[in-house]
């Protein structure tokens, strides 16, 4: 049977991974292992990163946060934190998988491992996120929509290790949604979702817009047309229309055993109709719809 | 070595590091009251309890445990006497054949710790994990709604 | 601890043992010594055995044998009523579930490596993947008596005439996919050979006498040198109702030194070897008069029953028995063919048949009520089976018949009469729709076979009765129902009780756990033993207090007491005066058939047609976005007419879970084939529902007496699978306006039925 190491340090890992350079890292296992047994990946030693410290803890960081890779979805959750600076994530933490996985998976995780069906990558997208990358010899911030490049992969070089998500605070945002649309409503992968958040002023004047796709292209998908149309003035089917055939022109999506691609562009335009069934709030914590 | 805590007992086995922990307990260790329904954490029949947190433990290697306390559905009620949660799933029939049922069981234990009042909606949500083909699931969200009925009018257990 | 009296709720006997983890289920069987076994599969639906190059996976330190066909000694074949399914595969494979090679392995590990060192020499063939592939001419053929398994028709009156002469006729066609049990433990069971020679089986199975015939037919064994142990099965539904593990491990057994087997598959394999609900392709045409009674029907039901025969034909009986729901039909004509494809094996699945015609026949009574412009359960009531009604296969139903007042007790409810005010609460982009099914289900093997049980009671040596059950328990609760039965008849509490669960060597032949059949025809045998054993034990307390005769003697929990005097002795003493052969009981019973002379259904070598039916009606509730195309059901009513209810919490039981097996299967589940191999054989993508996806389901009994029946009741595993995929359609007709014929109501079917509408999402709002 292979090698596991349980390194308690960042010292030790670079330790490790000097001597397993091949090594396959995991924090949660909810993804490696389950690839392992399908036979799909075969690494010749495990290192587990769940008791690494610096990998580890929640902090405040400007108006944002600093998440350490090795968080799970669970502890992220509960947070208080996360649920006021960063509602959008905690919505979408909410569908991933279910609480069973969330008690294992990390956000580090959900980040390497690049599927583009990744509930957290959206909602981090749309927030700006930027991964802290660590070697022994040194440490780089890449933002996360350049980190990705494509289906299961990232730009993670050779004994490079993902240290933290740093997430600006999403406060400026009163609309904050999140919808994951799957074919089931827990232990579903998703099909399409997308993350919104809108700033609109107290006439319903959309004065800014960020908004991603998950699960049709092969990273997250965004569109700053439809973004552009939507500011600038109120939220409207009319607007919603010509903001969903622009993302509709966008997307890349496939056809998988879920849904076709032809499903997934028609919806990923239809969700921004959700939009007009999400009122804006006071900071506090949006409904999580699915 | 591996060196944990299980159902109360400090054990140490000398398994691989990577062994699965589903394995080690129901090959190694003859603990078979913790199920494997699909190997890949979809079901959630191998649940147990790690520092009193439900894991799968079908995705949980032996080496992970050190250190650790590890409860099994064998030691939730080593005596005769039922926990609350075991009496309430036999009490509201939310047993059939019973292959989830450990696991449902351990999720719930968890579950009533950190809500100990939820309603049926959270009881879904906090369940949802776990795979039942025989109930339609409705019996069990009774039976995690009567133990947190019973705990709340002061059972001692 | 209460006492166990028919009637009331008592809590499950097994409930105990599996909420604490001490149930041992045939997967927790872990005998010393015990080597492992696995089957090496063809991978691909249809080819040519070349050859098969076992010497690598044999030279494996730790492999102990690697078997193929040639060292089965004996038929090669199993089959519960065709023998057409190899155990390991000869000169061809036939789909890519079939075995090929048998490897013994020191550990799981070994195992895994050992097979993937095997070297299969396969020739692909062209394949035949959809039973009208099959059927066309110049098709490949699966075997040599062809690809049709079975072609039958039931005919009463004359159906094309009177067809031709109603006032409405309204036509449909249908089609529903594979389903796949999901039982949460895999087929699975240990072998070893004793030193006598004999084999012991532990084995998660729902016939484990009925596997003794297989073992011995297909491995050239004796039956009395084979024995099989059944414990719980952690669920079965149909799934293992026939060979599983079975044969492979006895054969493992013979080469293994006399060191024991074990065999589990894991969940891919499950889904890769196990067998499915059928795929069922069905035409219907149905006339009726302007009032809205029914006069005619035809239907031609094409089934698919993959590579083997396994109980297909027999599958399809009961569909074509059921053909035109629980309504009275006089000329009815239902043609029907079975057909081997290269599909993965279909087989018995709760519902055996019924479940898919179900969807034919209430998605005709709504689209008929819609032409008519009637409500659609008046037009139910309207034409449902009464008794002393001649069914549709020509059976007068001389047996409780409760499907009217299931359907006036569903009327009464809110979720009806209320129904429009619910639709209209419904939020933005969201259509509510409410739809009903009324169903019923055949009990029993139906004619040609005796449906038999032999049941046995003893009171053991510490004064406990023990019942020896003969059928398997899956999970239904039927064990438990047996406790409660005998507690009710010989007054004992659940302390006092004991229940063996089937062991071919302790137990007697009772047949299997299926068909609707475990709790009535062994409940039947049960409770004529346990009034053995009721006078047994008042005679032989009556000679230990020297009463003078059994006038004035009670059976008590524990105990038997002279009531005039109120001197007792305990159930503990009398064991110790009786010698070991007196202290049993064992009495037998067999299934009434039906006796009409119906003068049809000859092509059907056994089970037509059947006499005792349990019914159904059910109402969904159903909510759809039109966004993103989901259907959810919000709200969910069952009414049943099993006869009366044993235990009112076990029935409650088996009504949720049967109706969340049909939201599967009406939502989310489909065996995803493409050219025989399942693209999504595992739990992540075969989509089965989870705590969020099935609401609270509301169960309601209508409570007829089976004057035949153990307490007056009927077999209700089956009868509420049905409902949920009509009732749902139905429900998404009403919301949506758009009715479905091809199942699951998967979000993308139904967001593409709304474009080709010119619905778009979001267009109209706003």
């Not at chain 3, 006032?167 to 594979?178: H, L, N, T, W």
Request: glycine share 12%.
């Amino acid at each position: 049977m292979k090698n596991l190491y349980l390194p308690r340090s960042l010292e030790e890992l670079w330790r490790v991974l000097e001597r397993e350079p091949k090594a396959a890292l995991y924090a949660g296992g909810t993804d490696l292992l389950v690839r392992m047994r399908a036979g799909m990946c075969s690494p010749p030693a495990l290192v587990c990163l769940e008791r690494i410290g610096e990998l580890k803890g929640l902090r405040e960081e400007g108006d944002g946060l600093r998440i350490g890779a090795a968080e799970t979805h669970a502890n992220l959750l509960r947070s208080p934190l996360v649920r006021e600076r960063l509602p959008i994530l905690a919505s979408a933490l909410g569908t991933l998988g279910s609480p069973l996985i969330r008690n294992m998976g990390t956000l580090g995780g959900n980040v390497c491992t690049a599927s583009p069906a990744g509930d957290t990558l959206p909602p981090l997208i749309a927030a700006g996120a930027v991964l802290e990358l660590g070697t022994p010899g040194g440490r780089r911030n890449v933002p996360l929509r350049d980190f990705i490049t494509g289906p299961g992969e990232t730009d993670l070089r050779p004994r490079e290790v993902l240290l933290s998500v740093r997430v600006p605070g999403t406060g400026a945002f009163n609309v904050q949604h999140f919808e994951k649309v799957g074919l089931r409503n827990a232990l579903a992968c998703c099909v399409v979702s997308m993350a919104a958040l809108l700033a609109v002023a107290g006439e319903g004047v959309v004065e800014k817009a960020v908004l991603a796709w998950g699960s049709v292209g092969p990273t997250v998908v965004t569109c700053p047309e439809a973004e552009a149309v939507l500011v600038g003035e109120r939220l409207s089917g009319e607007r919603l229309r010509r903001a969903a055939a622009l993302v509709r022109e966008r997307v890349s999506p496939i056809d998988d055993l879920r849904a076709s691609a032809a499903y997934r562009r028609e919806v990923a335009g239809n969700l921004l109709f959700r939009l007009l069934d999400v009122p804006p709030r006071q900071p506090g914590f949006p409904a999580v719809s699915r | 070595m591996i060196a944990f805590v299980l159902n109360g007992k400090a054990v140490e086995v000398n398994v691989p590091a990577a062994k699965k922990v589903v394995d080690l307990l129901r090959l190694d260790l003859g603990l078979t009251g913790t199920k494997e329904g699909c190997g890949m954490g979809e079901c959630g029949a191998c649940t147990i309890l790690v520092d009193g947190e439900p894991r799968l433990s079908c995705l949980l290697l032996a080496g992970q445990l050190e250190g650790r306390t590890v409860t099994t559905v064998e030691g939730l009620s080593p005596g005769e006497d039922l926990h609350p949660v075991q009496r309430a799933f036999v009490e509201e029939g939310a047993v059939q054949c019973g292959f989830c049922t450990p696991g449902m069981v351990l999720s719930a234990v968890s579950l009533l710790r950190e809500n100990p009042n939820p309603n049926r909606r959270e009881i879904r949500e906090g369940m949802s994990g776990h795979l039942c083909r025989c109930t339609g699931y409705v019996k069990i969200v009774d039976a995690v709604e009567a133990a947190a009925r019973k705990k709340g009018e002061g059972d001692p257990s | 601890m209460g006492m166990l009296e028919v009637g009331l709720p008592v809590p499950r006997f097994d409930a105990r043992d599996k909420v604490t983890g001490r149930e041992r289920y045939a997967a927790d069987h872990c005998p010393e010594g015990l080597l492992w076994a696995g089957a090496k599969r063809a991978g691909i639906p249809h080819g040519r055995v070349l050859g098969i190059d076992t010497a690598a996976a044999a030279a494996l330190p730790g492999v102990r044998a690697v078997l193929t066909a040639r060292d089965v000694p004996g038929t090669n074949r199993q089959g519960i009523v065709h023998k057409d399914q190899p155990v390991l595969a000869e000169d061809r494979v036939r789909h890519c579930g079939d075995p090929v090679a048998l490897v013994l392995a020191e550990t799981p590990e070994i195992l895994r490596e050992a097979l993937d060192r095997i070297r299969v020499d396969l020739l692909p063939l062209p394949g035949v993947f959809s039973p009208r592939e099959a059927m066309a001419p110049g098709a490949p053929l699966l075997h040599e008596k062809g690809n049709v398994l079975l072609e039958a028709v039931i005919e009463q009156g004359r159906a094309l005439e009177a067809l031709a002469g109603c006032e409405v006729v309204v036509e449909g066609s249908f089609a529903v996919p594979f389903q796949d049990h999901a039982f949460l433990e895999t087929q699975n069971g240990t072998a070893v050979r004793e030193a006598d020679g004999r084999i012991v089986l532990v084995v998660s199975t729902q016939a484990p006498f009925r596997d003794r015939f297989e073992i011995a037919h297909a491995l050239g064994l004796q039956v009395p040198d084979i024995r099989v142990q059944s414990p719980y099965l952690g669920g079965a539904f149909g799934g293992k109702d026939g060979a599983t593990v079975q044969c492979l491990l006895a054969l493992a057994a013979l080469h293994s030194g006399g060191r024991p087997v074990k065999m589990q598959w894991d969940r891919q394999e499950c889904f890769a070897a196990g067998y499915k609900r059928h795929a069922v392709e069905m035409h219907y045409r149905l006339g009726a008069g302007k009032d809205g009674v029914l006069r005619a029907l035809h239907a031609r039901l094409l089934y698919d029953t993959g590579a083997y025969a396994h109980l297909g034909g027999e599958v399809m009986e009961l569909g074509m028995e059921h053909a035109a729901g629980p309504y009275r039909v006089p000329d009815a004509l239902v043609e029907g063919r079975c057909v081997y494809t290269n599909n993965p094996v279909a087989g018995a699945m709760r519902g055996f048949g019924v479940c898919q015609v179900s969807f034919a026949f209430e998605s005709m009574m709504d689209l008929l009520a819609e032409t008519l412009g009637m409500d659609p359960l008046e037009l139910r009531l309207k034409n449902a089976l009464r008794r002393g009604d001649r069914n549709a296969a020509g059976v007068t139903l001389v047996h409780s018949t409760g499907i009217v007042p299931c359907l006036e007790t569903l009327r009464r409810q809110e979720l009806w009469t209320g129904r429009e005010a619910w639709k209209r609460r419904a939020g933005p982009f969201k259509r509510r729709g409410v739809g009903v099914a009324a169903v019923f289900n055949a009990m029993g093997y139906g004619r040609g076979l005796p449906d038999s049980a032999i049941a046995k009671v003893e009171l053991t040596g510490e004064g406990k009765i023990r019942i020896y059950s003969g059928v398997s328990d899956m999970g239904q609760g039927n064990a438990s129902a047996f406790v409660q039965m005998a507690g009710e008849i010989l007054c004992q509490d659940e302390t006092g009780m004991e229940l063996l669960q089937p062991d071919t060597d302790r137990s007697l032949p009772s047949g299997s756990s299926s068909a609707g059949r475990t709790t009535y025809t062994y409940g039947n045998a049960l409770i004529r033993a346990c009034r053995s054993l009721k006078e047994k034990l008042i005679h032989r307390a009556a000679l230990l207090l020297m009463a003078e005769t059994t006038e004035g003697m009670a059976l008590l929990p524990g105990r038997v007491r002279h009531l005039p005097s109120g001197r007792e002795v305990p159930l503990a003493a009398i064991a110790r005066i009786l010698p070991e052969g007196d202290r049993t009981c064992t009495d037998q019973f067999i299934m009434d058939v039906s006796r009409d002379a119906t003068g049809t259904g000859q092509a059907f070598p056994i089970g037509f047609p059947h006499v005792f039916f349990s019914y159904g009606a059910h109402a969904a509730c159903v909510e759809v976005d039109e966004l993103t195309g989901k259907a959810e059901v919000l709200d969910y009513l069952a009414v049943t007419d099993g006869g009366r209810v044993i235990n009112p919490r076990n029935f409650e039981q088996q009504v949720q879970g049967a109706v969340a097996q049909g939201l599967g299967y009406a939502l989310t589940e489909e065996v995803l084939l493409r050219e025989g191999r399942i693209a999504n054989p595992d739990f992540a993508d075969y989509v089965l529902p989870t705590f969020l996806d099935i609401p609270d389901i509301a169960s309601r009994t209508v409570e007829t007496v089976e004057e035949t029946g153990p307490f007056g009741m009927k077999g209700i595993g089956e009868v509420g699978v049905n409902a949920p995929l009509p009732a749902v359609a139905n429900a998404v007709r009403d919301a949506l306006g758009i009715r479905f014929r091809r199942s699951p109501l998967t979000p993308e079917r139904i967001l593409e039925a709304l474009r080709a509408e010119g619905r778009r999402g979001g267009e109209g709002n706003p």
